[in-house]
């Protein structure tokens, strides 16, 4: 394509409309992202297909899926678009000017409780005119708001990492069976699953990776377990572990020490997890997000330019907030 002046605005909506739905795999979802109608969405696309001579999307009525070219495309324009619509963001980035903006952050409930509020509270009192908006989501949710570009990067833990996708695990915390302070297994310095054995464990709901964690470690040590109560969110969990209606198996960045519960790690049996920041490889970063990320982790960039790892600290399957 040619980038002669008449034409770059227009080259520039049709690469704009083209990411868009396929971002959203939608032409309708995109008009609505790009606040333009549909029919102008559709045209800017059948230009950008008749000028690049190849077909971008294989259309199934409303849904429509890239074609290898389309695909190929994405790869080569989404960094290029993703760029020039925060151009602001670079400028101000480059003059070490972070006064103003805003920031999209996609994490679950674990994270949002347990790992985020300090650094959001800093990151607040340091860049006060920065709008921080958290989303709330499951893992499947977050992922796709990564990809459609509507937050910034999630925080959470994962093990299988999309190839589209980065995953900068940054802190770890250990697994610790919890049960109250009068509790029989409270005296115990060591603990083992057939110690485990006789009481009920309160875990959380079975489609939760934790759930399969669990039963999979008991199997694996031929050990029978029962379960008391099924009950979701670490939060209930614990209060209900406190009341004495069970005992439970838990990450220990849900332990904040002022619960009345009797910990023992239990690393012997199970895994730690890892939690960190996720993000659509090749995306822009604003100068917002830069910030955010060295608060977290002050060594984050240089640890960049390291050959980033497929496999993580993490064991569970609970890509990115699926977890508690």
Not at 97 to 119: C, Q, R
Not at 144 to 156: K, M, N, Q, S, Y
Not at 267 to 287: C, H, I, L, N, Q
Request: glycine share 6%.
């Amino acid at each position: 394509m040619s980038f002669d002046n008449p034409q770059k605005i227009n080259q520039l909506r049709q690469l704009r409309a083209f990411c868009k739905a396929a971002q959203t795999g939608s032409v309708s979802r995109a008009a609505e992202k790009l606040n333009v109608s549909q029919p102008s969405v559709s045209l800017q696309i059948q230009a950008l297909e008749k000028e690049l001579d190849t077909i971008l999307f294989e259309r199934s009525g409303p849904r429509i899926r890239l074609t290898p070219a389309g695909t190929l495309l994405l790869d080569m324009a989404h960094p290029l678009v993703d760029g020039f619509e925060k151009l602001g963001d670079a400028f101000a980035a480059r003059l070490g000017s972070v006064n103003a903006g805003s920031l999209n952050i996609a994490s679950g409930e674990a994270t949002l409780l347990y790992l985020l509020p300090d650094v959001i509270s800093e990151f607040s009192d340091t860049y006060p005119q920065i709008d921080v908006k958290l989303h709330n989501v499951t893992g499947k949710d977050g992922m796709a708001l990564i990809r459609a570009d509507e937050v910034d990067f999630a925080v959470g833990s994962m093990i299988d990492v999309p190839d589209d996708m980065i995953y900068h695990p940054i802190v770890s915390y250990g697994p610790a069976l919890i049960t109250p302070v009068k509790h029989p297994l409270a005296k115990k310095k060591k603990v083992s699953l057939k110690d485990i054995s006789p009481y009920g464990l309160i875990l959380p709901p079975r489609h939760l990776s934790t759930w399969s964690m669990i039963d999979r470690v008991f199997r694996q040590h031929d050990v029978p377990y029962e379960v008391a109560l099924e009950a979701g969110g670490w939060e209930v969990i614990k209060r209900y572990v406190e009341t004495g209606i069970g005992i439970s198996i838990v990450t220990s960045i849900c332990l904040r020490g002022f619960e009345k519960l009797a910990v023992t790690p239990m690393e012997d049996y199970f895994p730690t997890r890892s939690y960190g920041v996720v993000y659509r490889r090749g995306k822009f970063m604003s100068a917002q997000t830069k910030c955010f990320l060295e608060m977290m982790d002050k060594d984050f960039f240089s640890k960049q330019s390291r050959p980033p790892s497929r496999q993580t600290h993490a064991t569970h399957d609970d890509a990115l907030v699926t977890h508690l």
